[in-house]
């Protein structure tokens, strides 16, 4: 049976450029960064969980939430192939419950945190509103996209964002959790424009305080799918002198 079940649902992924160096000392045991056309990427992701399952069993009121999560970009040499996944800086979500499970069972970087979302549409487009609360303020993401969705081109800077099947966390100096999560491919919407209002600083710390001024190298949007989380490891590697 499967860990978790779950929905993944229109996906606001901000995308920006980040010196590897910051990384490397969030980056797991036996991982290596994923690079895509000389470029390591950090990403800002909202979405909605809807339809949640832990081990097939709907838990009160943790059904449907949002989720707000900064993540980089890894792969994996093994048995002759790369397997390509992420590893989560801070995930935020609204119910304790949540963080107590991912915490514990998966040694994740999960906050609870008070979050609402809006939807709405204009005659052509649609709008999503994401926020989440911080010692009193209120961070957002804004997106505003057309209302088709296209295929994700097949070496597009979207596949490499969208295309990671497998989680990783760093539990020690010696020791990394691996996860698969699976879904088919996603579709994207053109998004025409966007707004932020986060302390990236105040909630990442200050080796992300970098972004705060930075300029996205993309905003996407995905419709999202059903997904589900699967097959954890334990991954240790001794270091002998």
């Known amino acids: ?36 056309k000389g470029k390591c990427y950090v990403s800002l992701v909202g979405f909605l969980f809807k339809e ?5 069993i709907k838990i009160p009121f943790h059904v449907d939430f949002e989720e707000i999560n900064l993540r ?14 992420v590893v989560f800086i801070k ?9 107590f499970i991912a915490n514990s069972l998966y040694n994740e970087h999960y906050e609870t945190r008070k979050m609402r979302h809006a939807n709405t549409e204009t005659e052509n487009t649609k709008i999503f509103n994401y926020q989440w609360k911080v010692n009193g303020k209120w961070n957002t993401i804004r997106l505003e ?16 964002i969208t295309e990671h099947y497998f989680g990783y966390t760093k539990y020690n100096e010696n020791t990394t959790f691996e996860y698969e999560v699976k879904h088919p491919r996603w579709q994207q919407a053109a998004v025409k424009d966007f707004m932020l209002k986060v302390d ?5 710390g200050n080796d992300f305080a970098v972004l705060q001024n930075a300029v996205p190298v993309s905003v996407l949007f995905a419709k999202g799918s059903k997904i589900k989380v699967e097959n954890k490891k334990t991954l240790r590697h001794e270091y002998q002198l």
């Open 52 to 56: 949640t399952k832990v081990l097939g």
């Open 91 to 99: 995930e935020i979500v609204p119910k304790k419950a949540i963080t």
């Open 200 to 204: 990236f600083g105040q909630n990442y």
């Open 145 to 160: 996209t057309q209302k088709e969705f296209k295929e994700i081109e097949i070496d597009s800077e979207a596949e490499f």
């Open 72 to 85: 980089f970009y890894v792969k994996r040499f093994e048995n002759g192939e790369w397997k390509r996944g």
């Open 1 to 36: 049976m499967s860990f978790l079940n779950a929905q993944w649902k229109n996906l606001a992924l901000i995308n920006y450029e980040i010196n590897p160096q910051v990384l490397e000392k969030y980056l797991p045991v036996g991982t290596e960064l994923d690079i895509w």
